[in-house]
C-alpha cells in the first residue's frame, strides 16, 4: 500500500539550513514519482521539487540553488536538503506520490500525501 512518512521539519533561523527525509513503503517508492509540495500560511500549495521519470529533477524556480532533491535507493527514501532558507520558505512540507513532475510540478487527484512536517524560519 502507499506510505509516506516525512520527517526533518523544525524551527531554524534566517539563513539557515534543514533536511527533509520522507521513508515511502516499497511498494509506494518502485511505484510512483515522489516529491516535495509545500503550504505556506495562507497560501496555495506549490510543488517544491521531485524525482520524474529516469530520475529527472525539477524545481520550483523560488527554491532553485537554494534546495536539493536525492533518494536512497536502498532506503526507498527520498531527501530535501535546504539550503538558506528566508521566512518565505516557512510552510507545511508535504511529501507526495504520483503528481506532474515536469517544469511545472503539479498535483493530480490521484496524488498521495505524507502526514507533513512543519518548517518555521525567522
Known amino acids: 500500500h502507499v506510505q509516506l512518512v516525512e520527517s526533518g521539519g523544525g524551527s531554524v533561523q534566517a539563513g539557515g539550513s534543514l533536511t527533509l527525509s520522507c521513508a515511502a513503503s516499497a511498494y509506494t517508492y518502485t511505484r510512483y514519482i515522489l516529491g516535495w509540495f509545500r503550504q505556506g500560511p495562507e497560501k496555495e500549495r506549490e510543488g517544491v521539487a521531485c524525482i520524474g521519470v529516469y530520475d529527472a529533477i525539477n524545481y520550483a524556480d523560488s527554491v532553485k540553488g537554494r534546495f536539493t532533491i536525492s533518494q536512497d535507493y536502498d532506503k526507498n527514501t527520498i531527501y530535501l536538503q535546504m539550503n538558506n532558507l528566508n521566512p518565505e520558505d516557512t510552510a507545511m512540507y508535504y511529501c507526495?506520490?504520483?503528481?506532474?513532475?515536469?517544469?511545472?510540478?503539479?498535483?493530480?487527484?490521484?496524488?498521495?500525501w505524507g502526514q507533513g512536517t512543519q518548517v518555521t524560519v525567522s
Open positions: 507526495a506520490a504520483d503528481f506532474y513532475c515536469d517544469k511545472q510540478i503539479r498535483e493530480a487527484d490521484s496524488t498521495y
